[in-house]
């Protein structure tokens, strides 16, 4: 684990278009599994903010944070704040946000979910 997460720097552009490609991608994935028939995970986007709903009523609530050019993330698990690294959203540790919502989501919805990168 890295010892501390250095942000690659981004425009506010680059970085509205990287933060609107995460949230796009992660409406995508939940879209798929409501047609596939894998789960009913409702969603709700207001602008930056994708609160993500399941079955057992629980919530994982992912909002981008442009002055801090962050996404934070919110879920049973905890809160967790990620920035962009060389083309990747960590948090502190070096957890890749994929790999955490995955697992929460996972954690959520009583089976396994698995997000991907844009």
């Not at 890295?2 to 942000?7: D, K």
């Not at 809160?79 to 959520?108: I, M, N, P, T």
Request: proline share 7%.
């Amino acid at each position: 684990m890295p010892s501390e997460i250095v942000p690659t720097p981004l425009t506010d552009r680059e970085y509205n278009a990287k933060t609107a490609a995460v949230l796009a991608s992660i409406e995508t994935a939940v879209d798929r599994w409501l047609q596939d028939d894998v789960i009913d995970i409702d969603t709700h986007r207001t602008g930056g903010l994708l609160e993500l709903v399941f079955p057992n009523d629980s919530r994982i609530v992912l909002n981008t944070q442009p002055p801090l050019q962050e996404l934070w993330m919110a879920a049973r698990a905890g809160g967790y704040h990620y920035k962009h690294v060389d083309g990747r959203w960590l948090d502190r540790e070096g957890r890749e946000l994929f790999e955490a919502l995955s697992a929460c989501a996972s954690e959520q919805g009583s089976m396994p979910l698995r997000f991907v990168a844009p």
